[in-house]
């Protein structure tokens, strides 16, 4: 007997792994990202999840629609794992406590959910997973003495469903609607909430508020109104230890929630904060699916007396593991919602080598829904955008990209065809950003300075976010290794702007100033009978190519006189900066 349980044993074991690689990872990895205020953000896929130390725990999936989608053992990572990891850090050392930050996260189909930074760390770290693999829990018997076929076998094909990943698992969730599957982002969010921090001697609320996305707002003196509850709380934290059990009495958040005509949004967030501008940010998930909902209150009384110090109102929350988020003398509660209109990011992914990105930029990336890009940034940025879609190339929509692969068509006829193709593309933008999902350009450099996107996307203004990167400027200047504004200014042109003010550049080279033309080495022989107006022949000029690539980048140097038939024997003609002036002596 001994014999056969042990082996059974085994087999169960054997069953369980078979499950975690059949219903796992398959094919190409998809990828998730941790950005927002993070020192570290992460680019993950699931085969890199798996070198983590893994959990396994069971979720239930019923939805608040009272859609059953099936019972799971699930393995994966603890989010607060991955969250430490990325060294998370807020910006502003006014309220430095984390606990007022928000958990955003995504999926591939553009849904979201928020959650609290105390329902990640001040819980037990394997209520909150990001898994990678699932085994159905099969149960041993159908159930037809209870059920008929119509009931039981939708029951049971849906154990048999594909599970997307990565899935983010809440064990503590009576309601599941937050176990996303598909996630491709998690997002922390710092609010940075105008609130001023100051020391009060005697800190005391007569009275609260329940503001921001309500349907009713409420001024709160007394809970008289209210259905009571009783509970015991464990005053815990990290920094001060233990300091004994108290009893509290007062009304569920829940309660005053609803009288303020809240409902169970997973995109609220509830920030609840003192007069002194001590804070915390809950979740609306935490409150009104979590078994801890039931605990979180707004008391009025401990130990059966009223609250004096630190009163009138204190929020507490028993099932918290530390006790860093029992806000005293409530005065203020605010219901927040997190879901962002879809939005046209224009990022800059720096100028040449992939060492060169922003952490900005990376974060932004994270947040997208699909992409705008030219082949060659897809292939060396594809892990940050992991496998979300590609839209179309915005390069095969210049003239000269198009001739290239059309070298037959005729000139009038490749107008024609252009203006066909770049009125699609722009639909294509149109199309994502209706269905409500953000779009990212990714853009050489840095996209405020000559960006090509400024000339095509303007109907987009208003939903349109810049994010900055490293020009072939700055990556030019460190080459060169000087200080070029040594005369008090740099002047920054393309070819055109300087034929169409000539003005300024007399100016400039009166002054000594260093002037840096953009897109200017095809155009650089009919440039300089203009520069030789205002500049001696023997004025240094270097021309920097390739700015930024680590094995391609180089500057020559020549005078004015010169430069045209020095610049004739590189090889490149487009890549490159013209930079002139006293400066570079």
Same mark, same amino acid.
């Given at each position: 007997m001994r014999k056969k349980f042990l082996w059974l044993h085994v087999l169960l074991i054997a069953c369980f792994s078979f499950f975690f690689a059949v219903n796992g990872w398959g094919g190409s990895s998809p990828a998730i990202s941790i950005t927002g205020a993070v020192r570290q953000p992460l680019n993950l896929g699931l085969e890199d999840l798996q070198r983590f130390e893994t959990v396994t725990v069971r979720l239930n999936e019923v939805t608040m629609e009272?859609?059953?989608?099936?019972?799971?053992?699930?393995?994966?990572?603890?989010?607060k794992t991955l969250l430490e990891l990325a060294s998370v850090q807020k910006e502003e050392a006014g309220f430095s406590k984390q606990i007022d930050l928000a958990i955003l996260v995504r999926n591939k189909d553009g849904k979201q959910v928020v959650l609290s930074w105390g329902e990640v760390f001040y819980s037990n770290p394997s209520e909150v997973v990001l898994a990678f693999s699932s085994a159905p829990i099969i149960p041993h018997t159908d159930c037809n003495r209870c059920h008929g076929p119509?009931?039981?076998?939708?029951?049971?094909?849906?154990?048999?469903?594909?599970?997307?990943?990565?899935?983010?698992?809440? %064990?503590? @969730?009576?309601?599941?609607?937050?176990?996303?599957? $598909?996630?491709?982002?998690?997002?922390? !969010? =710092?609010?940075?909430? +105008?609130?001023?921090?100051?020391?009060?001697?005697?800190?005391?609320?007569?009275?609260?508020?329940? %503001?921001? @996305?309500?349907?009713?707002?409420?001024?709160?003196? $007394?809970?008289?109104?209210?259905?009571? !509850? =009783?509970?015991?709380? +464990?005053?815990?934290?990290?920094?001060?230890?233990?300091?004994?059990?108290?009893?509290?009495?007062?009304?569920?958040?829940?309660?005053l929630l609803k009288k303020a005509g809240v409902s169970p949004d997973v995109n609220k967030g509830i920030i609840v904060s003192a007069p002194d501008g001590y804070r915390t940010l809950l979740s609306c998930g935490e409150v009104y699916l979590s078994s801890r909902g039931k605990t979180i209150m707004v008391a009025d009384k401990m130990a059966n007396q009223p609250l004096t110090k630190g009163g009138k109102f204190k929020l507490i929350l028993p099932d918290d593991l530390a006790a860093d988020r029992t806000i005293k003398a409530v005065s203020n509660i605010e219901v927040v919602t997190f879901m962002q209109k879809p939005r046209l990011y224009i990022i800059g992914v720096g100028c040449a080598d992939t060492s060169l990105v922003m952490l900005e930029a990376i974060s932004y990336m994270g947040k997208a829904d699909v992409f705008v890009c030219p082949e060659d940034i897809q292939k060396r940025f594809s892990k940050y955008m992991g496998n979300k879609p590609v839209l179309f190339d915005p390069l095969r929509n210049t003239e000269y990209m198009f001739k290239k692969e059309h070298p037959t068509v005729p000139p009038e006829e490749i107008k024609r065809l252009l203006e066909v193709q770049r009125t699609e593309d722009i639909q294509r933008i149109r199309d994502a950003l209706t269905a409500g999902k953000s779009v990212a350009l990714l853009e050489y450099g840095d996209p405020t300075v000559y960006g090509g996107w400024m000339f095509w996307l303007d109907e987009f203004k208003d939903k349109t976010q810049v994010i900055s990167g490293i020009s072939a400027f700055n990556a030019a200047n460190a080459m060169i290794g000087k200080h070029?504004?040594?005369?008090?200014?740099?002047?920054?042109?393309?070819?055109?702007?300087?034929?169409?003010?000539?003005?300024?550049?007399?100016?400039?080279?009166?002054?000594?100033?260093?002037?840096?033309?953009?897109?200017?080495?095809?155009?650089?022989?009919?440039?300089?009978?203009?520069?030789?107006?205002?500049?001696?022949n023997n004025t240094p000029v270097h021309l920097v190519y390739r700015a930024g690539y680590s094995d391609s980048e180089h500057i020559i140097k020549a005078s004015l006189k010169e430069v045209v038939e020095v610049a004739e024997k590189e090889k490149e003609q487009h890549l490159g900066l013209i930079y002139i002036g006293p400066c570079l002596d």
């Open positions: 009272r859609q059953y989608n099936g019972a799971f053992y699930f393995r994966g990572v603890q989010l119509e009931v039981y076998k939708k029951w049971l094909n849906v154990l048999s469903r594909t599970v997307g990943y990565p899935k983010l698992v809440i %064990t503590n @969730d009576f309601y599941t609607d937050r176990s996303l599957e $598909n996630v491709t982002n998690i997002e922390v !969010v =710092d609010l940075h909430l +105008k609130m001023e921090n100051k020391k009060i001697e005697d800190l005391f609320s007569p009275g609260f508020t329940v %503001t921001g @996305d309500v349907k009713r707002k409420l001024n709160i003196v $007394n809970l008289h109104s209210y259905q009571r !509850v =009783d509970a015991l709380a +464990k005053m815990i934290g990290d920094g001060a230890g233990y300091h004994g059990l108290e009893s509290y009495g007062g009304v569920l958040l829940s309660e070029i504004g040594c005369k008090g200014s740099i002047v920054i042109t393309v070819p055109q702007g300087l034929q169409a003010n000539e003005a300024m550049l007399k100016a400039v080279a009166g002054n000594g100033d260093t002037l840096v033309i953009f897109i200017g080495l095809r155009e650089l022989k009919g440039l300089r009978p203009l520069l030789q107006k205002y500049y001696a």
